[in-house]
């Protein structure tokens, strides 16, 4: 899978490259990250990028020209798909990022200043991406999670790809608790049901510890959730939230 990020500060991104399971992904061929520099795509002494919006207003606005002309540089083909990343766009989250996993090319335009000439939303993209309710200085970090999240999802990028398949988020609930070495710190213990090779008390201890975070932490998901009768079942019995440590 390939990446196309736009932004007016490469640099930025030169670190997300630098280490982890991207760099390792880079390594492997599973993927391509390509950043490019909006400015060369201008035609004027400056490298003009920006400029004042009409109506009045403070901040500047990204000029089209030199995002259209970016886009039709490095797309691909046909099934690539180009993406505004601005507060205004739909909410990234574990569907989305797999939906775009399936994707051969994603662009990523990085916007800035007080925002993006409209027509690039209008005409060019295929959707606004938002990583949340709140507005950063540029779409520079929000790529960063993008491409974070979507290559979650490609074979071969995560070691163990059943670890994808446990996390947050995938099947609709936010993740069960993790435990390791000591089992008893400063009084803190781990549950007793993690000891007992009983696999099947193990994957119900966990299913209920997830249904019962998401029930206490993101009800807004649960609501969302078909439960079958025994997931019902298992969330009936679930402790509140604050009672973690229930004998098992």
Not at 98 to 109: C, E, F, Y
Not at 144 to 151: E, K, L
């Amino acid at each position: 899978m390939r990446f196309d990020i736009i932004t007016i500060f490469p640099e930025m991104l030169a670190g997300f490259f630098s280490g982890g399971v991207v760099k390792k992904a880079l390594e492997k061929g599973l993927l391509e990250i390509s950043v490019h520099d909006l400015r060369d795509y201008t035609h004027d002494k400056h490298k003009q990028v920006d400029d004042r919006p009409f109506g009045g207003g403070e901040g500047m606005v990204l000029k089209p020209e030199p995002i259209f002309e970016s886009v039709e540089a490095v797309r691909k083909n046909k099934r690539s798909r180009v993406y505004l990343l601005s507060p205004q766009g739909i909410r990234l989250d574990s569907a989305l990022a797999r939906k775009l996993s399936r994707v051969p090319q994603v662009i990523l335009i990085c916007g800035r200043y007080e925002g993006v000439d409209e027509r690039v939303g209008r005409h060019l993209v295929d959707g606004e991406i938002s990583i949340g309710d709140y507005v950063l200085t540029g779409g520079e970090p929000a790529a960063w999670v993008v491409m974070d999240a979507v290559s979650r999802f490609i074979p071969g990028v995560v070691g163990k790809g059943e670890s994808v398949r446990r996390d947050s988020f995938f099947d609709g609930l936010l993740d069960f608790p993790h435990y390791t070495r000591p089992r008893d710190f400063q009084g803190m213990k781990v549950p007793q049901v993690l000891f007992s090779g009983n696999h099947a008390k193990i994957s119900d201890w966990r299913r209920r510890k997830a249904l019962a975070k998401t029930r206490d932490v993101r009800p807004d998901l649960l609501a969302k959730k078909k439960l079958a009768p025994g997931g019902r079942k298992l969330l009936e019995s679930a402790p509140r939230k604050g009672k973690d440590h229930e004998p098992d």
